[in-house]
């Protein structure tokens, strides 16, 4: 059987899918040989490659809840964003503790953005935690990470949906994971500078995206159907499901890609 890679694409509560996405597979038996995650998909990837059982994953952001969302985005006034991200690390920690990315059992790689040079940085040693800080740090929501040189912040802001990234760590068959908002979801009636900024970034991360798949072709793509209601970082299930049956319905062609 041909290496399987997933491409987990970035997309904040929308990401939720990706845990029914890594359901389905595992109730078909496919192993995974390596994971490339952006921000969100960078948590969901990095905590599976990990070892982190997938309802434990889910039940995540169900224990979080309201007030434990709100403590994670908690402003501390930091010169360089709304929030620290500490209550981000410190979460992920009760998780997977100080485990460094080169000892995982499943190949993984966060996929971050260095602000000074606008370069993607795919972070696959040191700890696991502090990786995906990194990825999932928002310009203006959470500070930047400086490591090796690098100022780090959200990885969607280079490679939303990182195809390419899976396959240089030699992943043979591809899966990305598209949860990227669609522009024509968020419609503007009343334009203010918050929407228009929200907008404007939802417009350019799903070109890239669509940019990448142009170019590196993944042999299967998949866009979760999340119907009428979006998912919340507090009602995971409704997400992962639309992934899972998502993923379910490409089984046939993805087993086809696989043989060797």
């Known amino acids: 059987m041909k290496r399987l890679g997933l491409a987990f694409s970035s997309g904040g509560p929308r990401g939720t899918a990706h845990v029914g996405v890594l359901r389905a597979l595992e109730e078909a038996g496919l192993p995974i040989y390596a994971i490339a995650g ?3 998909g960078a948590q969901v990837g990095g905590l599976y490659a990990a070892g982190v059982p997938l309802d434990r994953i889910e039940a995540m952001w169900a224990q979080m809840g309201g007030l434990q969302l709100a403590r994670g985005f908690m402003p501390t006034f930091p010169y360089r964003g709304w929030s620290s991200g500490a209550e981000i690390v410190r979460l992920m920690r ?3 503790g100080d485990r ?5 059992p499943i190949r993984f790689a966060a996929v971050a953005t260095d602000l000074r040079s606008g370069d993607l940085v795919a972070l696959d040693r040191g700890p696991l935690a502090d990786a995906v800080r990194a990825s999932v740090s928002v310009p203006g929501l959470l500070t930047p990470v400086e490591r090796d ?3 780090l912040v959200d990885g969607g802001l280079s490679a939303p949906l990182p195809v390419n990234l899976v396959r240089s760590m030699n992943a043979e068959v591809v899966v990305a994971v598209d949860v990227l908002v669609p522009p024509a979801e968020k419609p503007i009636h009343r334009p203010n500078v918050l929407a228009i900024l929200f907008q404007m970034a939802t417009i350019f991360q799903k070109r890239i995206a669509e940019l990448e798949i142009e170019l590196e072709r993944p042999e299967v793509r998949l866009e979760p159907e999340f119907g ?6 507090t009602d995971a299930r409704h997400g992962a499901e639309a992934g899972y049956r998502a993923m379910r319905a490409a089984l046939p062609r993805l087993l086809a890609e696989l043989e060797p």
């Open 149 to 151: 040189g690098w100022l």
């Open 38 to 40: 952006v921000s969100v």
């Open 100 to 104: 460094t990315i080169e000892t995982l």
């Open 228 to 233: 009428p209601r979006p998912p919340s970082y």
């Open 94 to 96: 009760e998780l997977v």
